[in-house]
């Protein structure tokens, strides 16, 4: 079985896309073909741009390295990425190569991250990986994951979750 590592790409209190790496890790978790690692940015906390504490760095790119593919879940920030994710990212740029990589992008707003994603993949790709099209974008965020707990539409979600992994394992070395 292929490992997946799962990264939650913000560090902020109250991350509405937290619901959303919970929902993703759920379906992938029923899966009988991969094994999914989760990782939180917010446990390779840095405090400046020289990178991480060497052995969160060690250890981060152990995770890549096991890993087959990497399913990145984003909220859109002013158009692009968390700057910690991008710190994390770039701590671990041999490890990459080859690999496939999917993006979940999380926003409040119509258009689900779409601009986040698209800049992620311009990163994602100097690393050389592998970045498939099937990206999940949860727009309106709020609707898809309301207060009381339960994911509007789980069938259709759990459908669009499940095609990006059948493409990441697909593409997976």
């Not at 997946?4 to 913000?10: A, V």
């Not at 906390?45 to 984003?74: C, F």
Request: hydrophobic share 45%; proline share 3%; aromatic share 10%.
């Amino acid at each position: 079985m292929k490992k997946i590592l799962f990264i939650l790409g913000t560090a902020r209190r109250e991350r509405l896309s937290e619901k959303a790496a919970n929902f993703v890790l759920e379906v992938a978790r029923t899966r009988g073909d991969l094994e999914p690692v989760f990782l939180d940015v917010k446990d390779y906390s840095q405090s400046y741009t020289g990178g991480l504490d060497p052995k969160l760095a060690q250890k981060y790119n152990q995770l890549i390295t096991e890993a087959a593919g990497i399913v990145i879940i984003s909220p859109e920030y002013n158009h692009s990425f968390p700057g910690e994710l991008k710190l994390l990212l770039d701590s671990a740029y041999q490890a990459y190569a080859g690999k496939t990589a999917a993006i979940c992008s999380v926003s409040s707003g119509p258009l689900g991250g779409a601009r986040m994603a698209e800049q992620l993949k311009l990163v994602l790709s100097a690393f050389q990986l592998t970045i498939i099209n099937a990206a999940v974008y949860f727009a309106n965020v709020k609707e898809i994951f309301p207060q009381s707990g339960e994911v509007a539409d789980r069938d259709l979600w759990s459908e669009k979750i499940n095609g990006m992994l059948d493409e990441v394992l697909k593409y997976a070395r």
